[in-house]
């Protein structure tokens, strides 16, 4: 678990690996992510959450949360694969209402840190050649273009592949 401070909030903002949160927040949790995939995500691209994700072993799902009374806000998360002593950056978002606050920051160098505990030497990851915000989030990381793919996500629709390797 991470605690950092969240800006313009006195709540504190918490990351944690979903399998941490206790078991009751869970379905809440997973609902929350996919309420924000839905709305900020196209069909396409819209990853599943659901109660099979805790299980598999080599996936982690980094969730960011302030805590509202009894209720937890999801306000960023990071879904992570362990492959071949590879990290695949499935997927980050930020809920726009907290985008701009360093909370990408902070959940970046949450994904770098954990990568390296798992003894990954790199990270690899997918953009759309036009999300010019991420690209920058991803180079100030250390993050280098890899190669470009025509039509990666949808006809027209160009992916970037980039990488960060971790040194031991």
Not at 17 to 33: C, E, G, Q, W, Y
Not at 59 to 87: D, F, P
């Amino acid at each position: 678990m991470v605690v950092a401070a969240a800006a313009g909030s006195a709540r504190p903002l918490v990351f944690q690996d979903l399998r941490k949160f206790p078991r009751s927040s869970v379905p809440n949790i997973l609902s929350d992510l996919r309420s924000i995939e839905k709305k900020h995500f196209a069909p396409s691209e819209v990853f599943p959450f659901d109660d099979a994700i805790c299980a598999k072993q080599n996936t982690s799902v980094i969730v960011g949360v302030l805590s509202e009374k009894s209720r937890l806000e999801v306000v960023a998360y990071a879904v992570c694969v362990r492959w071949n002593h590879r990290l695949l950056l499935h997927k980050i978002c930020v809920s726009p209402a907290y985008r701009r606050q360093g909370m990408g920051s902070q959940l970046m160098q949450i994904i770098i840190d954990r990568a390296r505990c798992w003894s990954c030497r790199g990270i690899d990851l997918w953009v759309h050649e036009t999300n010019f915000r991420a690209r920058a989030l991803y180079t100030k990381h250390e993050f280098a273009v890899q190669e470009t793919v025509l039509d990666y996500y949808a006809p027209g629709k160009h992916g970037i592949k980039m990488s960060r390797i971790l040194q031991p």
